[in-house]
Protein backbone atom coordinates (compact mmCIF):
# COMPACT_ATOMS: atom_id res chain seq x y z
CA UNK A 1 0.00 0.00 0.00
CA UNK A 2 1.10 3.07 -0.72
CA UNK A 3 1.00 6.69 1.82
CA UNK A 4 2.04 9.69 1.46
CA UNK A 5 3.69 12.39 3.86
CA UNK A 6 4.61 15.78 3.18
CA UNK A 7 8.06 16.69 4.95
CA UNK A 8 9.92 20.24 5.19
CA UNK A 9 13.60 20.14 3.98
CA UNK A 10 15.49 19.58 6.65
CA UNK A 11 14.19 16.16 7.80
CA UNK A 12 13.59 15.40 3.65
CA UNK A 13 17.15 16.01 3.65
CA UNK A 14 18.15 14.08 6.60
CA UNK A 15 15.86 10.80 4.98
CA UNK A 16 17.03 11.39 1.34
CA UNK A 17 20.59 10.80 2.91
CA UNK A 18 19.99 7.87 4.77
CA UNK A 19 20.87 9.95 7.92
CA UNK A 20 16.63 9.35 9.34
CA UNK A 21 15.30 6.29 9.11
CA UNK A 22 12.84 6.75 12.01
CA UNK A 23 9.56 9.00 10.74
CA UNK A 24 8.23 10.04 13.99
CA UNK A 25 4.00 10.74 13.29
CA UNK A 26 1.13 10.78 15.77
CA UNK A 27 -0.53 7.34 15.75
CA UNK A 28 -4.36 8.46 14.47
CA UNK A 29 -6.37 6.57 12.17
CA UNK A 30 -4.48 7.74 9.03
CA UNK A 31 -1.18 6.49 10.58
CA UNK A 32 -2.81 2.99 11.86
CA UNK A 33 -3.00 1.60 8.17
CA UNK A 34 0.77 1.74 7.55
CA UNK A 35 1.99 -1.75 7.67
CA UNK A 36 5.15 -3.05 7.25
CA UNK A 37 6.27 -3.79 4.05
CA UNK A 38 4.27 -0.68 2.79
CA UNK A 39 6.01 2.12 0.60
CA UNK A 40 5.89 5.99 1.89
CA UNK A 41 5.80 8.87 -1.05
CA UNK A 42 7.24 11.96 1.05
CA UNK A 43 7.10 15.42 -1.00
CA UNK A 44 9.17 18.01 0.11
CA UNK A 45 7.37 20.79 0.51
CA UNK A 46 10.02 23.41 -0.44
CA UNK A 47 11.19 21.50 -3.45
CA UNK A 48 8.30 19.45 -4.19
CA UNK A 49 10.79 17.11 -4.91
CA UNK A 50 9.81 13.23 -4.25
CA UNK A 51 11.46 10.16 -2.63
CA UNK A 52 10.29 6.74 -2.01
CA UNK A 53 10.82 4.77 1.22
CA UNK A 54 9.98 1.02 2.16
CA UNK A 55 8.46 0.45 5.74
CA UNK A 56 10.72 -1.91 7.36
CA UNK A 57 9.19 -1.57 11.16
CA UNK A 58 6.37 -0.29 13.35
CA UNK A 59 7.23 1.06 16.58
CA UNK A 60 4.18 2.11 19.19
CA UNK A 61 4.99 4.79 22.28
CA UNK A 62 2.71 6.03 24.79
CA UNK A 63 4.41 9.59 24.13
CA UNK A 64 7.67 10.92 22.61
CA UNK A 65 9.57 10.64 25.61
CA UNK A 66 9.89 6.93 25.26
CA UNK A 67 9.97 7.09 21.54
CA UNK A 68 13.06 9.24 22.03
CA UNK A 69 14.69 7.33 24.79
CA UNK A 70 14.31 3.90 22.48
CA UNK A 71 16.25 5.21 19.53
CA UNK A 72 19.28 6.80 18.89
CA UNK A 73 19.13 10.85 18.17
CA UNK A 74 20.67 10.63 14.77
CA UNK A 75 18.39 8.02 13.56
CA UNK A 76 15.27 10.36 14.16
CA UNK A 77 16.67 13.18 12.84
CA UNK A 78 19.29 14.97 15.29
CA UNK A 79 22.95 16.08 14.71
CA UNK A 80 25.77 14.22 16.58
CA UNK A 81 25.79 17.32 19.01
CA UNK A 82 22.19 17.99 19.14
CA UNK A 83 20.86 17.97 22.72
CA UNK A 84 17.63 16.23 22.00
CA UNK A 85 14.47 16.96 23.41
CA UNK A 86 10.87 15.37 23.52
CA UNK A 87 9.13 18.75 23.80
CA UNK A 88 10.30 19.50 20.27
CA UNK A 89 7.46 17.44 18.98
CA UNK A 90 5.28 19.62 20.31
CA UNK A 91 5.63 22.27 17.66
CA UNK A 92 3.61 19.80 15.77
CA UNK A 93 1.47 17.65 17.98
CA UNK A 94 -0.61 18.85 20.77
CA UNK A 95 0.06 17.13 24.37
CA UNK A 96 -3.88 15.92 24.45
CA UNK A 97 -3.62 14.34 20.90
CA UNK A 98 -0.31 12.52 22.06
CA UNK A 99 -2.52 11.23 25.05
CA UNK A 100 -5.17 9.88 23.32
CA UNK A 101 -3.94 8.33 20.16
CA UNK A 102 0.37 7.73 21.38
CA UNK A 103 2.84 7.84 18.84
CA UNK A 104 4.58 5.54 16.04
CA UNK A 105 8.21 5.18 15.24
CA UNK A 106 7.82 4.14 11.12
CA UNK A 107 11.24 2.93 10.50
CA UNK A 108 12.22 3.26 6.81
CA UNK A 109 14.52 2.77 4.41
CA UNK A 110 15.23 4.81 0.72
CA UNK A 111 14.15 2.90 -1.70
CA UNK A 112 14.23 5.72 -4.74
CA UNK A 113 15.55 8.59 -4.73
CA UNK A 114 14.42 12.08 -6.17
CA UNK A 115 11.10 11.49 -7.86
CA UNK A 116 9.68 13.75 -10.51
CA UNK A 117 6.12 14.84 -9.39
CA UNK A 118 3.32 14.01 -11.80
CA UNK A 119 1.26 17.01 -13.41
CA UNK A 120 -2.08 16.24 -11.11
CA UNK A 121 -3.97 18.18 -8.95
CA UNK A 122 -5.92 15.52 -5.84
CA UNK A 123 -8.44 16.86 -3.24
CA UNK A 124 -11.50 16.11 -1.52
CA UNK A 125 -13.13 18.07 -4.40
CA UNK A 126 -11.83 16.19 -6.99
CA UNK A 127 -8.70 15.37 -9.39
CA UNK A 128 -6.92 16.79 -12.40
CA UNK A 129 -4.72 15.06 -14.37
CA UNK A 130 -2.52 15.87 -17.56
CA UNK A 131 -1.80 12.48 -19.13
CA UNK A 132 -0.92 10.75 -22.33
CA UNK A 133 -2.03 7.74 -24.50
CA UNK A 134 -0.14 5.43 -26.74
CA UNK A 135 -2.18 4.11 -29.87
CA UNK A 136 -0.70 1.60 -31.80
CA UNK A 137 -2.21 -0.38 -34.33
CA UNK A 138 -1.07 -3.67 -36.65
CA UNK A 139 -2.76 -5.52 -38.61
CA UNK A 140 -6.06 -3.65 -38.10
CA UNK A 141 -6.27 -4.47 -34.19
CA UNK A 142 -5.71 -1.89 -31.35
CA UNK A 143 -3.09 -2.88 -28.68
CA UNK A 144 -5.31 -1.90 -25.65
CA UNK A 145 -5.05 -2.29 -21.33
CA UNK A 146 -7.63 -4.18 -19.29
CA UNK A 147 -9.08 -1.59 -16.88
CA UNK A 148 -8.69 -1.97 -13.39
CA UNK A 149 -11.47 0.39 -12.62
CA UNK A 150 -14.08 -0.90 -14.62
CA UNK A 151 -14.97 -3.45 -17.05
CA UNK A 152 -13.94 -2.84 -20.31
CA UNK A 153 -10.47 -1.76 -22.08
CA UNK A 154 -8.10 1.92 -21.84
CA UNK A 155 -4.97 2.73 -23.77
CA UNK A 156 -1.63 2.60 -22.68
CA UNK A 157 -0.35 5.72 -21.10
CA UNK A 158 0.40 7.58 -17.78
CA UNK A 159 1.03 10.84 -16.63
CA UNK A 160 3.23 14.15 -18.07
CA UNK A 161 5.65 14.57 -15.01
CA UNK A 162 6.82 18.18 -14.28
CA UNK A 163 9.59 19.90 -16.73
CA UNK A 164 8.44 17.07 -19.07
CA UNK A 165 7.14 17.77 -22.70
CA UNK A 166 3.90 15.44 -23.13
CA UNK A 167 5.96 13.86 -26.38
CA UNK A 168 8.87 12.91 -23.95
CA UNK A 169 6.21 11.63 -21.71
CA UNK A 170 4.92 9.59 -24.59
CA UNK A 171 8.10 8.17 -25.12
CA UNK A 172 9.36 7.23 -21.06
CA UNK A 173 5.57 5.59 -20.61
CA UNK A 174 5.98 3.58 -24.04
CA UNK A 175 9.24 2.35 -22.43
CA UNK A 176 8.08 1.64 -19.07
CA UNK A 177 4.93 0.35 -19.88
CA UNK A 178 5.34 -1.69 -23.02
CA UNK A 179 8.94 -2.55 -22.56
CA UNK A 180 10.41 -1.44 -25.57
CA UNK A 181 11.49 1.19 -27.19
CA UNK A 182 8.59 3.53 -29.11
CA UNK A 183 8.77 6.10 -31.91
CA UNK A 184 5.70 8.51 -32.10
CA UNK A 185 3.80 9.22 -36.22
CA UNK A 186 2.07 12.06 -34.99
CA UNK A 187 -0.47 13.49 -32.56
CA UNK A 188 -3.82 11.70 -33.55
CA UNK A 189 -6.24 14.26 -30.76
CA UNK A 190 -6.30 15.94 -27.87
CA UNK A 191 -8.93 14.71 -25.36
CA UNK A 192 -10.70 16.50 -22.56
CA UNK A 193 -12.42 13.87 -20.33
CA UNK A 194 -14.20 13.85 -17.53
CA UNK A 195 -15.31 11.25 -15.67
CA UNK A 196 -16.72 10.61 -11.81
CA UNK A 197 -15.51 7.93 -8.82
CA UNK A 198 -17.12 7.98 -5.84
CA UNK A 199 -19.23 11.01 -6.33
CA UNK A 200 -16.27 13.00 -7.27
CA UNK A 201 -15.28 14.45 -10.32
CA UNK A 202 -12.22 13.28 -12.17
CA UNK A 203 -10.99 16.23 -14.90
CA UNK A 204 -8.08 15.14 -17.49
CA UNK A 205 -6.37 16.12 -20.54
CA UNK A 206 -4.85 13.35 -22.68
CA UNK A 207 -2.98 13.61 -25.76
CA UNK A 208 -2.83 10.62 -27.87
CA UNK A 209 -0.07 9.50 -30.02
CA UNK A 210 -0.32 7.01 -33.00
CA UNK A 211 3.12 5.50 -32.60
CA UNK A 212 5.74 2.42 -33.63
CA UNK A 213 6.94 -0.13 -31.43
CA UNK A 214 10.91 -0.54 -32.54
CA UNK A 215 10.76 -4.34 -30.97
CA UNK A 216 8.00 -6.03 -32.18
CA UNK A 217 5.34 -7.17 -28.90
CA UNK A 218 3.83 -10.99 -28.76
CA UNK A 219 0.54 -11.04 -31.15
CA UNK A 220 -1.70 -12.76 -28.79
CA UNK A 221 -2.57 -11.15 -25.20
CA UNK A 222 0.23 -10.30 -22.88
CA UNK A 223 1.39 -9.17 -19.55
CA UNK A 224 3.93 -6.99 -18.63
CA UNK A 225 4.60 -5.97 -15.54
CA UNK A 226 6.12 -2.58 -14.52
CA UNK A 227 7.72 -0.55 -11.39
CA UNK A 228 6.10 2.89 -11.55
CA UNK A 229 7.96 5.24 -8.80
CA UNK A 230 8.59 2.09 -6.66
CA UNK A 231 4.96 0.70 -6.71
CA UNK A 232 5.04 -2.94 -9.33
CA UNK A 233 2.00 -2.88 -11.54
CA UNK A 234 0.53 -5.12 -14.03
CA UNK A 235 -0.42 -4.33 -17.36
CA UNK A 236 -2.52 -7.19 -19.41
CA UNK A 237 -2.73 -6.40 -22.88
CA UNK A 238 -4.85 -7.49 -25.48
CA UNK A 239 -5.39 -6.79 -29.44
CA UNK A 240 -8.71 -5.66 -30.28
CA UNK A 241 -10.19 -5.08 -33.72
CA UNK A 242 -10.75 -2.27 -34.62
CA UNK A 243 -14.26 -2.87 -36.62
CA UNK A 244 -15.26 -4.49 -33.16
CA UNK A 245 -13.71 -1.17 -30.90
CA UNK A 246 -17.91 -0.90 -29.73
CA UNK A 247 -18.26 -4.13 -28.54
CA UNK A 248 -15.24 -4.04 -26.02
CA UNK A 249 -16.64 -0.90 -24.15
CA UNK A 250 -13.15 1.27 -24.82
CA UNK A 251 -12.42 4.12 -22.90
CA UNK A 252 -12.81 7.35 -23.80
CA UNK A 253 -15.14 6.44 -26.26
CA UNK A 254 -14.80 9.66 -28.60
CA UNK A 255 -11.17 8.57 -29.03
CA UNK A 256 -12.37 4.74 -29.77
CA UNK A 257 -14.99 6.35 -32.49
CA UNK A 258 -12.50 8.76 -34.11
CA UNK A 259 -9.90 5.54 -34.73
CA UNK A 260 -12.79 3.70 -36.18
CA UNK A 261 -14.17 6.32 -38.72
CA UNK A 262 -11.45 8.94 -38.75
CA UNK A 263 -7.77 8.13 -38.16
CA UNK A 264 -6.47 10.34 -39.94
CA UNK A 265 -8.27 13.47 -38.20
CA UNK A 266 -6.69 15.63 -35.77
CA UNK A 267 -9.06 16.70 -33.27
CA UNK A 268 -9.71 18.39 -29.68
CA UNK A 269 -12.30 15.71 -28.59
CA UNK A 270 -14.61 16.93 -25.34
CA UNK A 271 -16.27 14.02 -23.72
CA UNK A 272 -17.84 13.08 -20.43
CA UNK A 273 -17.69 8.82 -19.48
Not at 90 to 110: D, F, M, P, T
Not at 228 to 245: A, P, S, T
Amino acid sequence: MLHTMKLQNYPFQKIKTGNKTIEMRLNDEKRRKINKGDIIEFQNVVTNEIILCEVNNLFYYKNFSELYNNHNKISIGYEKDDVVNPDDMLKYYEQEKIKKYGVVGIQIKLISNSITPDIEIDNLFGSFKFRVGLVLIKDNKLLCVKSKRFDGYVFPGGHVELGELACEAALREGKEELNTEIEIKNLLCINENIYYQNNKPYNEIVNYYLINVKNDLPTHSFVIEEMDKGIKKIHQYEWLEIKKLKEYNLRPLGVANLIENDLESNQILVTRN
